[in-house]
């Protein structure tokens, strides 16, 4: 390896790692290394350039905690989330998009037409829609499990020094013997990423801003069908057409109806909305 | 960019940057926002893959402190650094290699012939050489900022807790008016870099020893001149084929010679030497 120089150092670095034949270990590394070399031949990186790139891996280490992970809002925030989330998709299947840093996997389980703004304020919700798979055959016992921001635009997770419920704004609901689901809560309202840190320097080093468009969270399961997990957002939306993490896709974006006559409705809920989204789920089978 | 898909995202991405036209933190960005996503195509990343590399990422941040720089280590063991150093190494100079982590910029000056070992155990060498231009002009005033690992592989400022100054093994020295510089210290001895954590689990995965080849680090600088940051090896000694961070290069290989005469020694030394390096640095020109 004595003899290497910036043309032959990359094959000497990928051939140092010893790993199984073919293994795809050896292939996520090999690969990934090939584009660093690439990279820093490509621009002809300095010094000075290459500690900077370092240091702000440093610097997003120093502001991440149990809580927040710096280097998912990186991805997020390059588009590299919403990538892989696309790559991912299976055809047929709805879209996927951005988990977040949000999720709690021990939602509370609660009842088809039940209300999850408990008392909150904001405009009323019914969503509505029908889980099916990809031959359009209903799936009754498919479960969503859903959480989102509330009407100023914060999750309740967020606010739990000011006394709010983790749970809140959040439920398991499996679908009936149509395979409906349905439940009403309160509109959410965009909100900004985190933008103290280092990822929040790059986007102002960027002149962009920090806002997602408002959505609704939901991974949608049914058992030996592929999990899906994504967003649901509101036609004529701020942000919809530059959300800061790239989450939007035109088939995740809901009509946001009024509800003029209650009687209209015919689900059995536990609460009148004002207005009404109405989106159908499709799962792929999995494997 | 409600109609991005996993082709046109990529552009997307890059076009939510707006920054100064042609500048080069635009370039720097773009093409690493290309190269991310050309990896992730390329190997169809999945949702389990990428969290498993973002979780690195993270644990790397857990590790690090100011007296340690994962992100370096990581850097340096993909070989990155050694590229970094390769393409910024100018025309006719002496090729760099790593400045690695112990660096002091506040070594004690010391005067030619001086000896930095202070008692210290092990083989006492002489290493002299001469600081040139790239057309072979001698640099009187350049200065060397040397520092090193003892004879049992470790550095000074390694073991302060066992009562080891920081300060010992380093100087600063200004070569005479031909260009000349020497000095007597022990021969450094190899040494493992850190494998307690992500980096280590990383090489441990890939079959990968941590071993460094010994080595002498060396800052060489002089007015007017391009400094250089590099570290010279010694022939036939151990790891100099599998350097851990790839810093070996065949121009940076001196010989180690016994002295069997002091007599044989035309040079004004506070210690009489065992062996002896000659290696001759080359500055070119600044800018």
Redesign the interface.
């Known amino acids: 390896?004595?003899?290497?120089?910036?043309f032959t150092?990359?094959e000497?670095?990928k051939s140092?790692?010893?790993?199984e034949d073919g293994s795809r270990?050896q292939?996520?590394?090999e690969?990934?290394?090939e584009?660093?070399?690439?990279?820093?031949?490509?621009?002809?990186?300095?010094?000075d350039?290459?500690m900077r790139m370092?240091?702000f891996?440093?610097d997003?280490?120093?502001i991440?905690t149990p809580e927040r992970?710096?280097?998912?809002l990186l991805?997020d925030v390059?588009?590299?989330?919403?990538?892989?989330d696309?790559?991912?998709t299976r055809g047929g299947a709805t879209e996927g998009s951005n988990l977040g840093p949000f999720y709690l996997d021990d939602a509370p389980v609660k009842e088809l037409g039940a209300d999850l703004a408990e008392g909150r304020e904001g405009v009323s919700v019914l969503v509505e829609g029908v889980i099916r798979d990809t031959l359009g055959n209903p799936l009754p016992g498919a479960t969503i499990d859903t959480w989102q921001a509330d009407s100023s635009g914060t999750y309740p997770i967020q606010e739990q020094e000011q006394g709010q419920d983790k749970y809140d704004l959040r439920a398991k609901i499996t679908a009936d013997e149509q395979g409906r689901y349905y439940y009403t809560t309160v509109l959410p309202k965009p909100y900004t990423v985190p933008y103290d840190g280092p990822v929040g320097e790059l986007l102002r080093?960027?002149?962009?801003h920090a806002w997602r468009a408002a959505h609704l969270h939901y991974i949608v399961r049914h058992p030996g069908m592929r999990s899906i997990?994504t967003e649901v957002f509101f036609e004529n939306a701020e942000y919809?057409?530059?959300?800061a993490v790239?989450g939007?896709?035109?088939s995740l974006?809901a009509k946001l109806e009024p509800v003029k006559k209650a009687s209209a409705i015919d689900l059995p809920l536990e609460r009148r909305p004002d207005a009404k989204v109405h989106f159908d789920f499709t799962l792929a089978p999995e494997g």
């Open positions: 390896m004595r003899d290497v120089n910036q150092v990359t000497a670095v140092s790692f010893d790993t270990f292939f996520l590394l690969t990934f290394i584009h660093l070399h690439d990279y820093v031949r490509e621009v002809n990186l300095t010094h350039e290459w370092l240091n891996l440093y997003c280490g120093q991440s992970h710096e280097y998912i991805s390059l588009g590299l989330s919403a990538l892989v696309m790559i991912n080093a960027g002149n962009r997990t919809l057409d530059n959300d790239f939007v896709r035109k974006i």
